[in-house]
């Protein structure tokens, strides 16, 4: 079965530092990748998606960025994080056009 | 762009009572998902629809693709206190993507009194 994990679980960073979520799923080939955004507990905001290595599009412009440097490996990266940059912050795999499956998230407070 | 609103915000009901919630689109569907979200955790689906008029259960949740492929409803019948968190709707218009993006509700934050 497929398993999807992120890390880490908790982050507090202050402003200016870089950021590096990393999420991996497990047990599927070729998965399409999703980050998304959540803000107080409410709307999901779909930040990036990837069909495939190296292959990153953008959903809305913003401080942050992507990177998928193996199949199942997707990283969320900042080089200097602002406050409103605070956030849960979601993973999620899918066959091409089938369902979405999300990671546990990780909850990113920036001071 | 596509919208998705999703009524109402957040319920508060007593223990054993039904539960109704549902979007609507301003665009056309192919596909409807249901999710819901734990405190502090990922959304996990509940039910798919992918067929405009199908009528899907799991368990006490039943759910409703809307004929005009429009519209989704969920409901959740005899609640219990573990039916507590924020339930999402998703939409998906395949419309020549080859990733399936999703549309989401704001969700419904359900709170259950035992």
């Known amino acids: 079965s497929q398993t999807i994990h992120q890390w880490p679980a908790t982050l507090v960073q202050p402003v200016g530092s870089p950021l590096s979520l990393e999420c991996t799923v497990e047990?599927?080939?070729?998965?399409?990748l999703y980050w998304y955004r959540q803000a107080a507990g409410r709307g999901l905001q779909l930040l990036f998606y990837s069909v495939g290595i190296g292959q990153i599009s953008s959903e809305v412009p913003q401080n942050l960025s992507a990177s998928r440097p193996q199949d199942r490996q997707f990283i969320l990266s900042s080089k200097k994080l602002l406050l409103s940059d605070s956030g849960f912050y979601l993973c999620a795999w899918s066959h091409q056009t089938d369902t979405q499956y999300f990671g546990p998230g990780t909850r990113l407070t920036v001071l | 762009g596509q919208q998705l609103n999703q009524s109402p915000q957040s319920m508060f009901i007593q223990e054993g009572e039904d539960v109704s919630m549902n979007c609507t689109s301003s665009?056309?569907?192919?596909?409807w998902l249901w999710y819901k979200q734990d405190p502090g955790e990922g959304p996990v689906l509940l039910i798919a629809l992918y067929k405009a008029g199908e009528l899907t259960s799991n368990g006490r949740l039943t759910a409703q693709f809307g004929i005009t492929r429009k519209d989704s409803f969920l409901n959740i019948s005899a609640s219990i206190p573990s039916d507590v968190g924020i339930y999402f709707c998703?939409?998906?218009?395949?419309?020549?993507?080859?990733?399936?993006?999703?549309?989401f509700g704001q969700g419904t934050i359900l709170t259950v009194h035992p």
């Open positions: 047990g599927t080939s070729n998965p399409n």
């Open positions: 665009s056309i569907f192919n596909t």
């Open positions: 998703a939409g998906r218009n395949a419309g020549g993507t080859s990733y399936g993006k999703l549309t």
